[in-house]
């Protein structure tokens, strides 16, 4: 199997209060190139990608019903890694057709960026998630 992976496209960290991590973030000299809101489980929740140099770290905040699980959180909050990749549809059904255990019945598109972009997301062997997204 071969697919092409570009390098690390973002790390994604939940967060409880997104004004106050893009304030810290802000602090170590990264800057909010992008912020959106989503919706999860019908409710909103929104995110911020913070930039430095060639490095991004997505923060979002989730809707409120959700934010208990990310305040008890012990063993840290970096909740997937993810890949840039040049063909999110074509790298989906290699995956898919290779066994892995992809999470999304297919990419999903989502109004970040100027055009969008599309992801998926596979659960490694560990059960740690791995995105691969594509910015259109």
Not at 2 to 14: A, D, R, S, V, Y
Not at 17 to 36: I, P
Not at 63 to 72: E, Q, R, V, Y
Not at 105 to 121: E, I, R, S, T
Request: glycine share 10%.
């Amino acid at each position: 199997m071969e697919i092409k992976i570009n390098g690390f496209q973002h790390l994604g960290i939940p967060v409880t209060d997104l004004g106050r991590s893009a304030a810290f973030y802000k602090g170590l000299g990264f800057e909010n190139v992008m912020a959106s809101d989503f919706v999860m489980n019908g409710e909103k929740g929104i995110m911020a990608m913070m930039q430095r140099g060639d490095m991004i770290i997505e923060i979002y905040q989730l809707p409120s019903s959700l934010l208990g699980d990310i305040k008890t959180r012990k063993d840290g909050h970096i909740d997937h890694i993810a890949f840039d990749v040049d063909d999110v549809d074509t790298v989906f059904e290699t995956l898919k057709s290779n066994g892995y255990q992809v999470i999304e019945p297919a990419p999903v598109f989502l109004p970040f960026w100027q055009k969008g972009c599309k992801y998926f997301n596979i659960t490694g062997p560990d059960g740690e998630r791995l995105e691969f997204n594509q910015i259109l």
